[in-house]
């Protein structure tokens, strides 16, 4: 089950229809009647508007978590809103694993369930550099370097980290993608970059995931940052 907690009729309207196809959905309309729910019935994610918490969005976070710590939160923002890595770095912290405008594309909006459900993290691409190094930082003290550390649980270190040169594995043009991956860039800017088309840079990280036994862009950034 999916909860939308929100008060906009547009999000609520818009949101639903997407994912009523796929999915259960409740609604709840503010944060009490959210942990109301969730302490009611087990939820896998949970989409929640950061204007239901628009002076307190951290704490409203670590409640969520606390009414279940094994749901998934998706934190839903304006387009307008400008985040900063500091915030992003503390929501994750809290527990948000997914950031989305709310007027994502319905493809996209399945995308970033699936990517949150499989235990990865939806970030946007400028804030990677600002994450890798976060979690490379309490890699060197012996912590999980998985970005679900950053909430303090202890999941298992990706199979990925245990190759001793994995990057051995990659042409010359998927190490020149990887590269730029850690460094934040997105497909499109990649394309730009190497003058070749963005599918063909989906194709590049689809053989470099496989090769290197990784599912998301941060892991992939993390191997280079460890070799």
């Known amino acids: ?87 992003d770095l503390a929501l994750l912290r809290a527990g948000v694993r997914g950031f989305c405008s709310t007027d994502m594309s319905p493809e996209m909006i399945h995308k970033v369930l699936d990517a949150v459900d499989q235990g990865q993290v939806w970030v946007r691409s400028s804030f990677l550099p600002t994450l890798i190094e976060e979690l490379s930082k309490q890699a060197k003290h012996n912590i999980s370097v998985t970005p679900d550390a950053l909430a303090g649980n202890d999941p298992k270190v990706p199979p990925g980290l245990k190759y001793e040169d994995p990057l051995s594995a990659l042409t010359h043009r998927e190490r020149e993608i990887a590269a730029l991956i850690s460094q934040g860039e997105c497909n499109k800017r990649i394309a730009q970059c190497l003058q070749i088309s963005e599918q063909t840079v989906k194709a590049h990280l689809t053989v470099i995931f496989r090769k290197l036994n990784v599912t998301d862009r941060v892991h992939l950034a993390l191997q280079l940052t460890h070799h």
């Open 1 to 87: 089950m999916i909860i939308l907690a929100s008060d906009n009729i547009d999000i609520l309207s818009t949101w639903g229809a997407v994912l009523r196809g796929t999915h259960k959905i409740s609604v709840a309309a503010s944060l009490d009647e959210l942990k109301s729910k969730l302490s009611g019935a087990s939820a896998d994610c949970v989409a929640f508007d950061r204007n239901l918490a628009p002076n307190g969005l951290i704490e409203a976070i670590k409640q969520i978590r606390k009414a279940s710590a094994e749901t998934r939160i998706m934190l839903l923002t304006d387009q307008e809103y400008q985040h900063s890595d500091q915030e």
